[in-house]
């Protein structure tokens, strides 16, 4: 239990004081280490994916069980881990080609330390979204807080590698706007089918 205090202590305060002098103070602990990155995305990748599960079989009744549920939880969970190192990998291999000098595994730990609050946060909006009137709000909320992080992970590839606003911005929007695009053409493609 030490430990996860400790941890929401991490979450809470890149979270609530996102300052420069927090994330050098994070990057350069002990603790930065890109395994404990991990271990917090595969945790509220399960926590974020058995809530969205439990919201959308409420409304649909679809009655899966309890272990159908969970594994899927679990391989979301390792799924997200996934995608996640790869989005780190690759917005650290653009950065370094813009000239940043900053390590993956540095890069990997803020961002979880990031991620993780809101990714827990959201979980709770998506159980409260099948809340009819709480729908919209959770829809805003979700989306306030996708925007804080993204604006947050530019700040965080700056101070990471050691360049301008410029080049973190490049860094973490050509991979976003990869990733749109893949999904806008997917969208479309299904759209017409």
Known sequence: MRLFSKWIAIWVKIALHPSEQTILELSESPEAQSRIAYLWIFIVGVLFSASSAV?????????????????????????????????????QWIAKRLG???????????????????????SIFVLLGTIPAMQVFSGLIIGAAFLYNLALQIKTIKIVNNFGWKEAAISVMIPFAG?????SFAFIGFGVM
């Open 100 to 122: 940043g000098t900053g390590e993956d595994f540095k890069a990997a730990y803020i961002f979880a330390a990031l991620y993780s609050p809101f990714a827990f946060l959201s």
């Open 55 to 91: 919201a959308y079989e409420i409304p649909n009744s679809l009655r899966l069980p309890l272990i159908t549920l969970l594994l899927l939880s679990i391989f979301s969970g390792g799924m997200l881990t996934l995608s996640f190192t790869a989005s780190i990998l690759i917005k």
């Open 179 to 183: 990733i749109l695009a893949v999904c």
